[in-house]
């Protein structure tokens, strides 16, 4: 997949409409505590202001509901931003009307617009009205720049709609380079090529088990989404969280335990081998203070509920990451934000840190996790999108990236 990427446009005198994904991670204060996303897409900004053009930045953050709420207002973004650039950037307190702050712009200036989220038609299910606050905002620019990886399988009003009304229209370098590393994942792996998933929800990653499994020899599942394939080959797993019990969960219990052994079934027919853990830490089920317990065995006895991998399972999955040529990595081990249960996403990611291989690590909480332990930079590339890297490698278009003209 080759898109049209901002190099091939010209910028100069331009208003550059740049659609990116500044919605990080706040405290309990509401205060920035990360600003990976931001840093990500300074390149891009910089060459369109380095050029002569007029960056005009649109974002959302968190889920407001459609209306103003100052704890997720863009304004301390706009603050951080003009630190990281060496210069002022000016905000806008309306992303609707931002007309007069649009036409004040000199070449080479910076502008973020307010929370898109604060309008209820970014996110609207009906098209007529997400097009409506599109056509709002196609009136402040002449080019439209995809820098919002993150948010790319969202079909909202400023991922979708607005760059269908804009004339020139391409990716910027964050978005380039996603999609050059994912679509080497699905057409041209090294091998060996290693899978490595986790995190709560099995059924967020089914759909890149099936797709990925053609070409993964090895898939490493660990972390709550374990449990459903333990159980699918008749182990125990004590009140340990399992998607299929939860009553708001994409499939019932049955329809978890037919879909994980169907998964493990094709598994051995195509020769690609999904590993369980063989050993859990564990800890008593309901109460909050309960020591953490080694169970040396794949089975989780009653009363107990899993909340990390165990030594015997790091060293086999150790054994597995050692000899990968390309390893692909999302979603935790266990409850890492947990002390105590932190230790089996660590080991991975020290694995992935020192290996040979080259590491890809899907954003979310795998990304968090491996910034918390320090080896973010230490991985041959992080994505900038849970939701997006993992839809992207099952294989499905994303909005966001089919309105951007391939070439």
Same mark, same amino acid.
Request: proline content about 4%; charged content about 25%.
């Given at each position: 997949?080759?898109?049209?990427?901002? +190099?091939?446009?010209?910028?100069?005198?331009?208003?550059?409409?740049?659609?990116? +994904?500044?919605?990080?991670?706040?405290?309990?204060?509401?205060?920035?505590?990360?600003?990976?996303?931001?840093?990500?897409?300074?390149?891009?900004?910089?060459?369109?202001?380095?050029?002569g053009?007029?960056?005009?930045?649109?974002?959302?953050?968190?889920?407001?509901? !459609?209306?103003?709420?100052?704890?997720?207002?863009?304004?301390?973004?706009?603050?951080?931003?003009?630190?990281?650039?060496?210069?002022?950037?000016?905000?806008?307190?309306? &992303?609707? /009307?931002?007309?007069?702050a649009?036409?004040?712009?000199?070449?080479?200036? /910076?502008?973020?617009?307010?929370?898109?989220?604060?309008?209820?038609?970014?996110?609207?299910?009906?098209?007529?009205?997400?097009?409506h606050?599109?056509?709002?905002?196609?009136?402040?620019?002449?080019?439209?720049?995809n820098?919002?990886f993150g948010t790319?399988?969202?079909?909202?009003?400023?991922? /979708?709609? #607005? %760059?269908?009304?804009?004339?020139?229209?391409?990716?910027?370098?964050?978005?380039?380079?996603?999609?050059?590393?994912?679509?080497?994942? #699905?057409?041209?792996?090294?091998? %060996?090529f290693?899978? @490595? #998933?986790?995190?709560?929800?099995?059924?967020?990653?089914? *759909?890149?088990?099936k797709?990925?499994?053609?070409?993964?020899?090895?898939?490493?599942?660990? *972390?709550?989404?374990?449990?459903p394939?333990?159980?699918?080959q *008749?182990?125990?797993?004590?009140?340990?969280?399992?998607?299929?019990?939860?009553?708001?969960?994409?499939?019932?219990?049955?329809?978890? +335990?037919y879909?994980?052994?169907?998964?493990?079934?094709?598994? =051995?027919?195509?020769?690609?081998?999904?590993?369980?853990?063989?050993?859990?830490?564990?800890?008593?089920?309901g109460?909050?203070?309960?020591?953490?317990?080694?169970? $040396?065995?794949?089975?989780? %006895?009653?009363?107990?509920?899993?909340?990390?991998?165990?030594?015997?399972?790091?060293?086999?999955f150790?054994?597995? @990451?050692?000899?990968?040529?390309?390893?692909?990595? $999302?979603?935790?081990?266990?409850?890492?934000?947990?002390? *105590? &249960?932190?230790?089996?996403?660590?080991f991975?990611?020290?694995?992935?840190?020192? &290996?040979?291989?080259?590491?890809?690590?899907?954003g979310?909480?795998?990304?968090?996790a491996? =910034?918390?332990?320090?080896?973010?930079?230490?991985?041959?590339?992080?994505?900038?999108?849970? !939701?997006? &890297?993992?839809?992207?490698?099952?294989?499905?278009?994303?909005? !966001?990236?089919?309105?951007?003209?391939? /070439?």
């Amino acid at each position: 997949m080759r898109k049209r990427r901002i +190099d091939e446009i010209n910028l100069a005198g331009k208003n550059v409409l740049v659609r990116v +994904d500044f919605n990080v991670p706040l405290n309990s204060d509401y205060r920035m505590t990360d600003d990976f996303r931001i840093v990500s897409s300074l390149p891009t900004i910089r060459k369109i202001i380095e050029t002569g053009g007029r960056a005009i930045l649109m974002s959302h953050l968190k889920r407001p509901g !459609g209306h103003f709420d100052q704890r997720f207002s863009l304004q301390q973004i706009a603050i951080h931003l003009s630190t990281l650039l060496g210069r002022k950037v000016k905000f806008a307190e309306n &992303c609707m /009307v931002a007309d007069n702050a649009v036409a004040s712009l000199k070449d080479g200036d /910076v502008l973020l617009l307010e929370n898109l989220r604060f309008y209820e038609f970014e996110s609207a299910k009906d098209h007529a009205q997400r097009n409506h606050m599109a056509k709002r905002l196609a009136k402040y620019g002449d080019i439209f720049i995809n820098e919002a990886f993150g948010t790319s399988h969202r079909p909202a009003a400023s991922m /979708v709609e #607005l %760059p269908n009304l804009m004339s020139e229209k391409a990716v910027g370098y964050l978005v380039a380079r996603e999609i050059e590393i994912l679509s080497k994942v #699905l057409t041209q792996p090294d091998y %060996p090529f290693v899978l @490595i #998933l986790g995190g709560k929800k099995a059924s967020d990653k089914i *759909g890149v088990i099936k797709r990925l499994m053609m070409s993964a020899e090895t898939i490493l599942i660990g *972390g709550a989404m374990s449990y459903p394939f333990l159980k699918a080959q *008749g182990y125990e797993i004590g009140q340990s969280f399992c998607e299929g019990r939860v009553s708001s969960a994409d499939w019932n219990d049955a329809e978890m +335990d037919y879909i994980a052994s169907s998964l493990l079934e094709t598994s =051995r027919e195509m020769k690609s081998e999904i590993i369980t853990p063989v050993d859990h830490y564990a800890v008593t089920s309901g109460k909050g203070d309960s020591l953490i317990q080694y169970v $040396n065995s794949p089975n989780i %006895p009653e009363g107990l509920s899993g909340c990390d991998i165990g030594p015997k399972t790091e060293e086999l999955f150790r054994s597995k @990451i050692a000899a990968a040529r390309m390893i692909v990595w $999302n979603g935790p081990m266990g409850k890492f934000e947990d002390s *105590g &249960c932190e230790h089996g996403t660590k080991f991975v990611a020290d694995l992935l840190a020192t &290996c040979s291989a080259f590491t890809i690590v899907g954003g979310g909480e795998t990304a968090q996790a491996v =910034r918390d332990f320090g080896f973010f930079e230490m991985m041959s590339h992080v994505s900038t999108g849970g !939701g997006a &890297c993992l839809e992207f490698l099952e294989g499905k278009d994303l909005p !966001g990236i089919i309105s951007i003209p391939s /070439v």
